[in-house]
């Protein structure tokens, strides 16, 4: 075990570094300068100068880049342009809402998608099988945005069950947070169960084929607990790996959803420093966003080996 954790540590890193070169130099080329969005069109050239040498904008791009790797490993991201606070307190400020609207995202997706898929398993080829397989197709080709504003049209404006936007924060307690989170998360999942149950279904299909799965028929236990017990133990591997891809892409699609729903979330924050050309937040914040996509694959390789013991034996 100590060898496969060392390996996919050693694969971390690497990605991490990788996408740090690959972030940063996607970031050089793009046209613009940044002291010149700040100050406006009409803004002395002088003045202009002045401003990207207090940036740093006057340095050349590998020292910049080694200067951003050294503020990433001490905890120092900077000052943002735009709002003029370092962006490390902006980010932490973010998260507080992001995180948890991509957790509850993913906690919808996941009861939705294997109750969808294990059902529709169990009734293969027959009415509830096709039924509910129409609808993940429904789901997958429906945009979160869009279903968005259905939401907000339905249980807003029409039922005024809930706001139809913004976010007062946690000082009014958890269950207020949670619940001007519920539209965007549901938002959110919708997609991704579609996506998930479909896979969940092939995967527990191929499983149900298994010869053990016609053993434990043999000695007489009830459909549902091989369903649950049994058959999707044995088939989360490919679930679990669609999972992780799932929640990297729950983060990035935050970024509409929290506009749509006007949160101040990490995703509404890359919009408004993309806008302002805040280079120096929109780096650091597209960073965690890779990071975290390379932690949560991390995690699921981990899984693995929980899930299967072989790929932990096979050293994989």
Avoid at 30 to 44: E, I, M, V
Avoid at 163 to 192: E, H, I, M, N, R
Avoid at 203 to 227: N, P
Avoid at 279 to 300: D, E, H, K, P, Y
Wanted: charged fraction near 15%; aromatic fraction near 8%; include cysteine.
């Amino acid at each position: 075990m100590s060898l496969f954790l060392f390996k996919r540590l050693l694969t971390l890193i690497a990605t991490l570094v990788g996408a740090s070169i690959i972030v940063f130099a996607v970031l050089e080329i793009l046209p613009g300068n940044a002291a010149q969005t700040l100050l406006g069109p009409d803004a002395a050239p002088d003045a202009v100068a002045a401003l990207a040498v207090k940036l740093g904008l006057d340095q050349s791009a590998w020292t910049r880049y080694w200067h951003w790797i050294g503020g990433l490993l001490t905890g120092n991201l900077g000052d943002s342009y735009a709002y003029g606070s370092p962006v490390l307190d902006l980010i932490l400020e973010r998260l507080a809402l992001t995180v948890p609207l991509a957790l509850m995202a993913m906690a919808f997706t996941t009861v939705l998608a294997l109750l969808v898929g294990v059902t529709a398993a169990a009734r293969h080829n027959r009415m509830g099988d096709v039924g509910l397989m129409g609808l993940t197709q429904l789901g997958m080709a429906v945009p979160n945005f869009w279903f968005a504003i259905l939401l907000i049209l339905l249980f807003s404006v029409k039922l005024q069950w809930f706001s139809a936007g913004g976010f007062d924060g946690w000082g009014d307690g958890v269950f207020a947070g949670l619940k001007a989170l519920l539209l965007p998360a549901l938002s959110l999942a919708v997609v991704q169960a579609a996506i998930l149950a479909r896979i969940t279904r092939s995967a527990v299909l191929e499983v149900m084929r298994e010869d053990f799965v016609r053993t434990a028929r043999a000695k007489g236990v009830t459909q549902r607990a091989v369903l649950w017990r049994h058959v999707l133990r044995n088939a989360l591997i490919p679930v679990v790996t669609v999972m992780g891809m799932q929640f990297s892409e729950l983060l990035a699609g935050t970024i509409v959803i929290e506009n749509v729903f006007y949160l101040p979330g990490l995703g509404r924050l890359i919009f408004q420093a993309i806008s302002n050309r805040d280079l120096i937040v929109v780096l650091n914040c597209v960073m965690l966003l890779a990071a975290m996509v390379v932690i949560v694959n991390f995690v699921v390789d981990v899984l693995y080996a929980v899930i299967d013991p072989r790929i932990k034996a096979s050293g994989l």
